[in-house]
């Protein structure tokens, strides 16, 4: 159980690794939050 979850924390730190290398999900995120909002405002 242990083994797995070091595995999974070092997972955890190269898919943050990438995001933070990648721009574009500067881009995505600013174009899906606002997409949340609107869905909620009409729910």
């Known amino acids: 159980m ?3 979850k070091a595995k999974f924390c070092k997972r955890k ?3 943050m690794e990438i995001l ?3 721009k574009s999900w500067f ?3 600013r174009h899906v939050i ?3 909002s609107l869905v909620r405002g009409k729910v």
Do not use: E, V
Request: net charge positive.
């Open 2 to 4: 242990l083994n797995f």
């Open 13 to 15: 730190k190269q898919i």
């Open 27 to 29: 881009k995505i995120y």
């Open 34 to 36: 606002p997409h949340f």
């Open 20 to 22: 933070k290398s990648r």
